[in-house]
């Protein structure tokens, strides 16, 4: 009796305590490690959907968002290149100013146009240095320069050389330490008034302060900001004012013509009017200016002008005659080829390149037969004087001087000793 009535008591026991552990169980938390697992699970699917989402959306930006460019070609306007790309030409773009950059494109610009949902986003138009936007958004107009001098990398290295002239003025100029481009700057801003193929005196001088410019170690540029020559006892100054050279007085240095069309070589042959001609040893005038030179010296231009004859053209050779306005023709023979591009209607610039020295027709050796002409009749170009360009104003003057007010003792200087 009292063992039936123990083992009652340990099955009522046993009840209680496994409806006990079913009810913790089931009303109490998920174990460690199902906890983990759902979480684990959990993670995974939010982060496929998240970056799936990422995806879809970064391939549907780039789909909206479309750039065309397009290379300005030979007879292109600006309106027909945005015709082509299905874009109304923006009226602020057809207006002339100086405000607007998209007035004038030339060859080789390229103009970009971005779009985003078929909008029109920019346009831009780019060139070597330069780029303009349109900003469509707000109808805005900007020029950024990208000029690789930009400060960062860039030194700037003022020098003075000088010397006097022993044989010639190109090879005193190397021996006091100036480039060969730097030399030939010098004749550039003297040309008008000094040929450096006749008017070279032994004991002549000069004294250059130059501008070198380096990128790094690399001499990139150099600016001539201050020139002395004296020349047969003939000072002349040169003072770079906005990139333009003006003596002390303020007159340009520029003329209406060059002295000569070639640089550093020897006349030949002088203007005379009962020459013996070297071929036919016979006395015939000789009507312009010899130039002893190399076989393929380069010709330039003694002024503004367009060409008006270009060919063959008898004992000339090959030639070609500029006419400079009205009253001026000057003429180039003997050439050994011309310069690519040039033709009868090409207008041509004051020391541009128009061929080659050579020997065609009748010559003796290479050389450039100038000739200068005055409503043609032939003048000795050695004799004629040009005309002085056009004065600085007062105001232009004092700011002139001011901006070489610190080099001043440098430029005395050079004159004490170099003008004398």
């Known amino acids: 009796m009292i063992d039936n009535l123990l083992k009652f008591r340990k099955i009522i026991i046993y009840l209680i305590i496994i409806s006990l552990f079913v009810y913790f169980y089931n009303n109490g938390p998920y174990s460690n490690y199902e906890i983990n697992r759902i979480s684990e699970i959990n993670y995974k699917l939010d982060t496929k959907d998240y970056y799936l ?40 773009l057809l207006k002339k100013g100086k405000k607007n950059c998209f007035y004038i494109i030339q060859i080789k610009d390229v103009i970009s146009i971005t779009k985003v949902n078929g909008e029109l ?12 936007i349109y900003n469509a958004k707000d109808s805005s107009l900007k020029i950024i320069n990208n000029k690789k001098i930009d400060g960062a990398n860039i030194d ?10 022993s044989n010639s003025f190109y090879n005193s100029a190397l021996a006091s330490g100036l480039t060969p481009n730097e030399i030939m700057s010098i004749a550039d801003i003297f040309g008008w008034d000094v040929d450096f193929t006749q008017d070279i005196r032994k004991n002549d001088s000069f004294g250059i302060v130059v501008k070198r410019i380096y990128e790094g170690k690399k001499h990139i540029k150099s600016i001539v900001k201050y020139a002395l020559f004296k020349n047969k ?18 007159y340009p240095l520029r003329k209406q013509f060059l002295r000569a069309p070639i640089d550093f070589y020897r006349i030949s042959s002088h203007f005379n009017r009962k020459r ?28 503004d002008g367009t060409i008006i004859f270009k060919g063959r053209k008898g004992g000339y050779g090959k030639t070609i005659i500029i006419k400079h306005g009205n009253i001026y023709t000057t003429l180039y023979a003997h050439m050994s080829k011309y310069k690519k591009g040039m033709h009868v209607g090409k207008k041509v610039k004051q020391k541009q390149i128009i061929g080659y020295v050579g020997s ?42 001011e901006n070489h007010k610190l080099n001043e003792t440098i430029y005395l200087w050079l004159r004490n000793n170099y003008s004398i």
């Open 156 to 165: 700037f290295m003022e020098l003075v050389f000088f010397n006097k002239i």
């Open 233 to 250: 006892k003939k000072v002349h100054e040169a003072y770079n004012f906005k990139e333009v050279y003006y003596d002390s007085r303020g």
């Open 53 to 92: 989402n990422k995806v879809q959306h970064a391939a549907n930006s780039e789909k909206q968002k479309i750039k065309q460019e397009f290379v300005v070609r030979k007879n292109n306007t600006l309106s027909s290149i945005l015709n082509k790309a299905k874009v109304k030409t923006p009226s602020i």
């Open 360 to 401: 065609t027709g009748y010559s003796t050796g290479p050389h450039l037969h100038y000739e200068f002409r005055v409503r043609g009749k032939h003048k000795d170009v050695m004799k004629v004087k040009f005309k002085k360009g056009k004065k600085l104003n007062s105001k232009s003057i004092i700011k002139m001087k």
């Open 121 to 132: 986003l920019y346009i831009s138009k780019k060139n070597k240095n330069i780029e303009c």
């Open 276 to 303: 013996l001609h070297p071929i036919f040893k016979t006395v015939r005038p000789h009507l312009g200016t010899d130039y002893a030179a190399p076989k393929g010296t380069p010709i330039y231009s003694t002024g």
